[in-house]
């Protein structure tokens, strides 16, 4: 099944300790992407990248970084959380870079920062 | 910069019709997505305009005005489980930007 998993669903930590929120799909996708959604606000990017090692900010970059070492994998970390980051998170992928093609997304990380 | 309007509530009465708005104002534009979100869910893909027009799915559609930065999502025949929030989408400048949604309240 072409899917988008991500690790973990629901997330407790406290300030200052370093996660890591894993993202993998199937699809052989290039484009993938992270979003954060808080209520009013919507769904902000975080990062997105092209492909295999090419990783650019999205509008709210600040806290986070990614890696995009294999084609299926982007993970996001969070390398000092604060309470600020306390969110629902999620992974995309998409096959067309340029529109078109919309995203696949994964099922949600919700996170909360003590 | 991104901008992206549409109301924050709507409510209407199952079997009926509801039309969600969504303006748009991007600094590049290749398409607008709409999307379903129901509660603490993934947002699932409804619909897909690139050119001016209405695309029809079932018992959804969208209407886009490149002109007028417009679009609109029509739903007919409103059934309870259409209760969710709906999100319009702009693809460009290498990401999808999204409203802050619509959330629409279906009552029997």
């Known amino acids: 099944e072409a899917q988008v998993t991500q690790n973990p669903r629901y997330l407790i930590t406290v300030t200052g300790k370093k996660l890591t929120v894993t993202c993998s799909q199937n699809?052989?996708?290039?484009?993938m992407s992270w979003y954060r959604q808080d209520p009013g606000l919507g769904l902000r990017q975080i990062y997105y990248?092209?492909?295999?090692?090419?990783?650019d900010k999205g509008d709210v970059p600040e806290g986070y970084k990614v890696s995009r070492k294999e084609k299926r994998n982007f993970p996001l970390i969070l390398e000092s959380p604060s309470p600020n980051q306390t969110s629902l998170y999620f992974c995309a992928s998409s096959s067309g870079g340029a529109g078109g093609y919309g995203y696949t997304f994964g099922s949600g990380t919700r996170l909360t920062v003590v | 910069g991104q901008n992206i309007d549409q109301p924050t509530e709507m409510t209407a009465t199952e079997g009926a019709i509801v039309q969600i708005n969504c303006t748009y104002q991007t600094s590049g534009f290749n398409g607008l997505f709409w999307y379903q979100q129901h509660a603490g869910e993934a947002p699932t893909f409804l619909s897909y305009?690139?050119?001016?027009g209405l695309e029809e799915k079932g018992r959804f559609s969208s209407f886009l005005s490149r002109s007028k930065g417009y679009s609109y999502l029509l739903l007919k025949e409103l059934q309870m489980k259409d209760s969710a929030s709906y999100l319009c989408?702009?693809?460009?400048?290498?990401?999808?930007?999204f409203g802050a949604g619509t959330t629409v309240t279906v009552r029997a």
């Open positions: 699809m052989n996708h290039e484009y």
């Open positions: 990248s092209m492909n295999v090692e090419v990783t």
């Open positions: 305009n690139v050119l001016d």
């Open positions: 989408a702009v693809w460009g400048d290498y990401k999808l930007s």
